[in-house]
């Protein structure tokens, strides 16, 4: 007679186990030095010891990329306790090695999962894509996560796409960018960013000198998977059409409003497809007092404090220190030639006259300038009673007299002060040479926080769990197969042979 209840235990043990969530393995923070990754064979090392949710912690310093790194899982690479202004993946190295399709590519897993790849508080700089998918920095098939981080002088050849970033895995996908820099970056579509069916959201971010190659190509951006933009700032963007955004269509519109697109009069034609951009910020430009004398001076205030529509955002959380010319138009008076950046979204010059007249002082970023008059009248002369013309005698014999006067000074002829405009793109850039502009400390997500970085090299147990976890469902199922290919057995055995399980006084 069979005995089921024999193997139910095992059964039932089996079955809780399929039925049981998977439990998470702890992330882990792996922490090097530019002297522990001499190389992009050690980097990749490093990157292929982590599993999803890990975290690669970068010591300041440069970090020399001759070959791209590829990144298969939800990895975070950032900067430990340094900044992007000193923490640096260089892909122009001092042995002449470059990688040859950008600084970083990501994919999907073995499940064809779309994984996230996160940077922060990192520069990826000197770097070019010849890869079909593009992305002069980084190519990825999944989701990407920008944060605190720059690129600088990266690009793509004349035939691909995404100068920084490029993102073409379909549908499903999202970029976020938060707080970052893209300066002379440059490609054939999206100059700094190229997105194919992703959601693309873009934050307090900057996108100086980039280019794209062809007409709606996108002198920053292309996307046809639809996207949000706030609180950015566009300057010396260019395309071929003039087109700053590029809505390809198909993923729905993209909202960029309150951003700073380097001018108070933005054109249509600086969009191509959907892309709604009312309101977006303003230069304002405010003497104070704008009526002096030529014994006093005047403060000329630039601000990008309000929008089209005449209100305050708040918060406003454009990137600060965006540099602000001040020169004379014309009339007697000189203002301080050097570039003063904002803080506060406002920047400020001291006017001093020279003599009576109207004054008109120019505030321009870039190509864009804003004017302001100040009257400037004569400064009241004030006598002292007690003073009295002492005469004097010249020549000999007593001849006649005559008193001192003061000639009024003639005006300074004005001098025109010249903007600077935008210089050719240098071939390599070395530390230190980065746009100044500086990202607002309010963030619109919350915080990354990591756990403590330690040293830990990866042990047998932590490359097995992932495969466990992976593949969990199979493993169970195959146990309980096992045990009711074991029941079966015995029940074939016990039909074909009876007298073998028969009990014996």
């Known amino acids: 007679m069979i005995r089921p209840l024999r193997y139910f235990p095992a059964v039932l043990i089996a079955v809780l186990l399929l039925l049981m969530p998977a439990v998470p393995v702890s992330a882990t923070t792996y922490s090097y030095t530019n002297a522990t990754l001499l190389s992009s064979l050690e980097f990749q090392a490093a990157i292929n010891a982590t599993k999803d949710g890990d975290t690669i912690a970068l010591a300041p310093g440069i970090y020399?990329?001759?070959?791209?790194l590829?990144?298969?899982?939800?990895?975070?690479i950032q900067s430990n306790g340094g900044t992007a202004q000193n923490t640096i993946l260089d892909?122009?190295?001092?042995?002449?090695?470059?990688?040859?399709?950008?600084?970083?590519?990501?994919?999907y897993d073995v499940n064809l999962n779309k994984k996230t790849f996160t940077l922060k508080d990192l520069t990826l700089r000197n770097s070019q894509s010849t890869?079909?998918?593009g992305g002069g920095g980084v190519n990825v098939y999944g989701n990407i996560t920008v944060i605190s981080s720059e690129f600088f002088n990266v690009s793509t050849d004349s035939n691909r796409k995404g100068g920084a970033l490029a993102v073409v895995s379909g549908n499903g996908a999202?970029?976020?960018?938060?707080?970052?820099?893209?300066?002379?970056?440059s490609a054939r579509q999206g100059g700094a960013i190229y997105s194919q069916n992703s959601f693309v959201i873009v934050n307090s971010s900057s996108f100086v000198s980039c280019s794209a190659g062809i007409a709606t190509g996108g002198g920053a951006i292309y996307s046809n998977g639809g996207g949000n933009f706030t609180f950015n700032r566009f300057d010396n963007v260019t395309a071929p059409d003039g087109n700053i955004i590029r809505n390809n269509g198909g993923g729905g519109d993209i909202a960029a409003i309150e951003d700073w697109w380097g001018t108070n009069n933005p054109a249509a034609s600086l969009f191509s497809g959907t892309v709604i951009y009312n309101p977006y910020l303003k230069m304002g430009l405010i003497a104070s007092p704008s009526t002096v004398t030529t014994a006093q001076t005047s403060t000329i205030t630039a601000n990008l404090t309000y929008d089209s529509a005449g209100t305050q955002p708040s918060p406003n959380l454009l990137p600060d220190s965006i540099p602000v010319f001040f020169t004379i138009g014309s009339g007697p008076g000189s203002i301080p030639a050097a570039p003063v950046l904002t803080a506060g979204h406002a920047a400020s010059a001291t006017l001093t006259p020279s003599g009576a007249g109207t004054v008109q002082v120019n505030a321009s970023t870039s190509v864009y300038n804003e004017s302001v008059l100040v009257t400037v009248s004569a400064a009241p002369v004030t006598a002292t009673p007690t003073?009295?013309?002492?005469?004097?005698?010249?020549?000999?014999?007593?001849?006649?007299?005559?008193?001192?006067?003061?000639?009024?000074?003639?005006?300074?002829?004005?001098?025109?002060?010249?903007?600077?405009?935008?210089?050719?793109?240098p071939p390599v850039q070395q530390p230190g040479a980065f746009d100044t502009t500086v990202i607002p400390t309010q963030t619109p997500v919350p915080a990354m926080t990591a756990a403590a970085p330690v040293l830990h090299p990866p042990t047998i147990l932590d490359?097995?769990?992932?495969?466990?976890?992976?593949?969990?469902?199979w493993l169970i199922l195959i146990i309980i197969l096992i045990i009711l290919i074991a029941i079966l057995r015995r029940w074939w055995i016990r039909r074909q042979n009876p007298s073998l399980f028969r009990k014996y006084d």
């Open 70 to 76: 590829l990144v298969f899982n939800d990895t975070t």
């Open 463 to 473: 490359m097995i769990l992932p495969a466990i976890q992976e593949y969990q469902f």
């Open 131 to 133: 890869n079909a998918q």
């Open 387 to 425: 003073a009295t013309p002492v005469p004097t005698t010249t020549g000999g014999g007593g001849g006649g007299g005559g008193n001192w006067y003061e000639h009024p000074g003639k005006p300074s002829s004005v001098i025109q002060q010249h903007i600077d405009q935008p210089v050719a793109k």
């Open 174 to 185: 999202n970029i976020t960018v938060i707080g970052s820099k893209f300066t002379w970056c």
């Open 64 to 68: 020399w990329i001759n070959k791209t």
């Open 91 to 107: 892909g122009v190295t001092p042995w002449g090695q470059s990688p040859s399709d950008g600084i970083f590519s990501g994919s």
